[in-house]
């Protein structure tokens, strides 16, 4: 087994043991729906409280980083590294905007391999936000083409977001 898919899958069963829901997105979440071939690095994100997830991760060698760096307003940012491999995990993710902080829940996408991985919806807002448009528009053709869910794409719209990014939360289906 690939050792960066080892960590992920002992970080994952760890949160899951302990009951905490998360889950995974960025390229990962691409290359699941076939968007892209490579993922850059795992990133994990929860709306868990911080001292729960310490305690899921008792075992794990992890460290504080930079939450509020740049555009981001996660809550926490958690670096777990083993082996020389390493992945994020954000507590609370969020993205700071002209408008207000955006806040991006982990809300369940699709499962593969035991893996919960994170909406569509919620990682197309996301890379929106950041302008990592490339992702973004793979994201809303692949929303477009096979549906978005009408209940995330109304929370994500409660958030502070650019009017831009806004009008783009109309995709063809609902699923």
């Keep these: 087994m690939d050792k960066r898919w080892k960590l992920l899958k002992d970080v994952t069963g760890a949160l899951r043991q302990a009951g905490i829901p998360y889950t995974v997105g960025g390229s990962a979440l691409l290359a699941l729906l076939g968007l892209t071939q490579e993922v850059n690095d795992w990133d994990i994100a929860t709306d868990a409280y911080a001292h729960e997830v ?9 460290k504080k980083a930079e939450s509020g760096d740049g555009p981001y307003a996660s809550r926490y940012k958690w670096v777990v590294t083993e082996d020389g491999h390493a992945l994020e995990l954000f507590g609370h993710f969020a993205i700071k905007t002209d408008e207000g902080v955006c806040h991006l829940p982990a809300l369940n996408g699709p499962v593969r391999d035991g893996i919960q991985y994170g909406a569509p919806e919620v990682w197309f807002v996301a890379y929106s936000l950041i302008g990592r448009t ?19 794409l109304d929370r994500l719209r409660q958030q502070p977001l650019p009017q831009a990014i806004r009008a783009e939360l109309d995709f063809g289906g609902v699923r």
Excluded: P, S, V
């Design 134 to 152: 490339e992702k973004a528009a793979l994201l809303k053709g692949w929303l477009a083409q096979n549906g978005a869910d009408q209940d995330i």
């Design 54 to 62: 310490a305690r899921a991760l008792d075992g794990f060698e992890f």
